[in-house]
């Protein structure tokens, strides 16, 4: 790099295929082993081999202070505009390995592209913004791109613990462990001693004392406990930041069912398009996917709900390669790349829009209203609310079993678990006589007062499957059942959920206390959906105030939330307003 420092970088060179290659780039901070020469694993066994075929030139890289790669590490660190000299980030890192590799690479044909997933995604949006004049095309897939309000550890400033907590420390590759020297193995964790995720963070306690059990070595997790509020710190890790002025051929991509990055791919996308007026090229795919789910080899279902094809392997081969083929070796066309590839759940199908949000959609309000109803008119009685009390001692789950690890799959899992709390509030429409097709962000906007001086509101939207559904056929007195079909009759699929803190309701930068009692609105964006409810399905919302142990527990007080102290939680009176004055409702944007 142009400081002196060095990045370990693996090449993978065709043998004997003649002509002229492109160059296929991920940068990467999880490693790029197998180091040697003597296998090349991460290709072999993924639809990548397709680029080996066509005689692309693999290249694979450890990012600064990582594996075996020089330098010391910052995680998500800042784009820097207006370098100067010898000074580095991780657009200029891109742009001096590019260098490198077009002027060293024998029978390279001087096109460069860069992909890749999650934190490698971010590494790509960065790539995009070092403008090498050999980089052509980039496809950021599901990119970090920001950390305080909506990517991995933090939606709307709550804080995602379970992911943060594992990635940094107890993992087996403890992500957050510092590399002072180039390494091949990973760091020791500290690993979890009780195995069921929902008591270990109820026992550990508050969040000083998950710190103790992280240590003093991990900068980042610090870096977390010292910015609670939307400074100018997290602003600067902002990777929008990056997105101006691009050059190269943009392909974002993302997953709708996407638990650890579902906000980057939209967010980036959509600051690229502010941000460049009239380029000719930004695109972005949003499939049915997990993370990273369109990089296996099957993208049939998500969880218990399935999609009626590959879509993965279609993604592949209609999206992906033909635009590295199309940019990088002049092959092919992308007249099948829309503006926006979308794939609409319910429906089973791919959609092609010229626009995204898509044109024409309309916005369709349904009221909170008494008696759990759900519905397009708005109350008209008086004083009418819900309530109900949310206990952090008893916090509500996420998924409704016990299990080790986070689950990917409770993106659109069964909400049945959870409706049959009493501190979750359920409202639903009747049943459907129409489908209703759902493209774009979802608005929650509800009037609430609560006993204390904080809290948290989660709100799910839920598909209602037919109580007669037949998705799949249930053999009740079937006594020995290597692969029992979940029973989808009455479903409850989770569409999306989002969770936003209230201390935030005004502002990210400037949090305030609420008065006890006092009515306030609470108003907030889900990630966009895209999904069909069918024709006699229903409409459900469910609204609480806690998602544990995926996110950390508000102590309903208004203090500092990362160092305060178990005898600082108390319980809090949650009322929800659905009357003629405080209508509390959800705002869909509708495709006709």
């Known amino acids: 790099m142009r400081d002196g420092v060095k990045l370990f970088t693996s090449i993978y060179i065709p043998k004997d295929l003649p002509g002229q290659h492109p160059i296929l780039m ?12 003597s296998s090349y694993l991460p290709y072999w066994h993924s639809y990548q081999i397709a680029y080996l075929k066509a005689g692309y030139i693999m290249v694979t890289q450890d990012v600064r202070g990582r594996w075996m790669s020089e330098g010391v590490f910052k995680d998500v660190r800042p784009f820097n505009a207006s370098k100067k000299g010898t000074e580095t980030d991780e657009s200029s890192d891109t742009y001096d390995t590019i260098d ?24 790509s949006t960065m790539a995009a913004a070092s403008n090498h004049s050999a980089l052509k095309a980039v496809s950021p897939q599901a990119p970090v791109t920001n950390w305080f309000l909506g990517d991995d550890f933090h939606h709307n400033g709550a804080f995602f613990q379970m992911d943060a907590f594992s990635f940094y420390a107890a993992m087996g590759f403890a992500f957050g462990v510092p590399h002072p020297h180039p390494v091949d193995v990973p760091a ?26 992280t240590g003093d070595s991990i900068a980042f997790w610090n870096e977390l406990m010292a910015h609670p509020n939307y400074d100018a710190w997290w602003k600067a890790h902002d990777a929008r930041n990056a997105t101006k002025n691009l050059q190269p051929a943009m392909l974002w991509v993302g997953g709708l069912f996407d638990a650890e990055d579902c906000w980057g791919a939209w967010n980036a996308y959509k600051a690229a398009e502010q941000n460049n007026p009239g380029k000719a090229f930004n695109r972005i795919v949003e499939g049915p996917w997990y993370h990273g789910q369109w990089a296996n080899f099957d993208g049939t279902h998500h969880g218990n709900i399935r999609f009626g094809s590959n879509t993965s392997a279609w993604f592949q081969q209609h999206l992906e390669i033909p635009f590295f083929n199309y940019f990088l070796k002049g092959e092919g066309a992308i007249d099948q790349i829309a503006e926006a590839n979308v794939f609409l759940t319910g429906a089973n199908e791919w959609k092609s829009f010229s626009q995204w949000p898509p044109e024409g959609i309309h916005q369709k309000t349904l009221y909170l209203q008494a008696g759990g109803k759900l519905g397009g008119n708005k109350p008209t009685v008086a004083g009418n609310f819900s309530e109900y009390s949310s206990d952090p001692a008893k916090p509500v789950p996420y998924e409704g079993f016990v299990h080790y690890n986070r689950t990917r799959t409770y993106m659109s899992d069964d909400q049945r678990f959870a409706s049959i709390r009493p501190d979750v509030l359920v409202f639903q429409t009747d049943t459907l006589t129409e489908d ?9 906007d509800l009037l609430t007062s609560i006993s204390t001086t904080d809290a948290d509101f989660v709100v799910k939207l839920i598909d209602v499957f037919p109580d007669d559904q037949q998705y799949n056929d249930i053999d009740i007195y079937a006594e020995e059942d290597p692969v029992t079909p979940y029973p989808m009759s009455g479903y409850q699929m989770l569409v999306r959920g989002e969770i936003f803190r209230g201390r935030f309701r ?16 609470v108003k907030f964006e889900l990630p966009p959906i895209a999904h069909r409810f069918l024709k006699g399905h229903r409409i459900m919302v469910q609204v609480q105030s806690s998602w544990f142990p995926l996110v950390d527990r508000n102590p309903q007080q208004f203090t500092d939330i990362y160092h305060c102290d178990l005898k600082d939680f108390v319980k809090s009176n949650i009322r929800i307003y659905h009357n003629n004055l405080l209508a509390s409702k959800i705002m869909l944007p509708v495709l006709p």
């Open 188 to 213: 020791a964790s500290t690993g979890f001693p009780i195995h069921d995720n929902y008591k270990f963070y109820l026992q550990t306690g508050s969040l000083k004392n998950l710190t103790k059990l």
């Open 100 to 123: 490198w590799l077009v002027l060293n690479l024998k029978d390279n044909n001087g096109k460069v592209g860069v992909f890749g997933i999650s934190y490698p995604g971010f590494f």
């Open 436 to 444: 209703v097709t759902v493209t774009g962000n979802v608005v929650a």
């Open 506 to 521: 005004k502002s990210f930068e400037h949090p305030s206390a609420f008065i006890p009692g006092k009515p306030e609105e």
């Open 26 to 37: 991920t940068r990467n901070p999880y490693s790029c082993s197998p180091y040697g020469l």
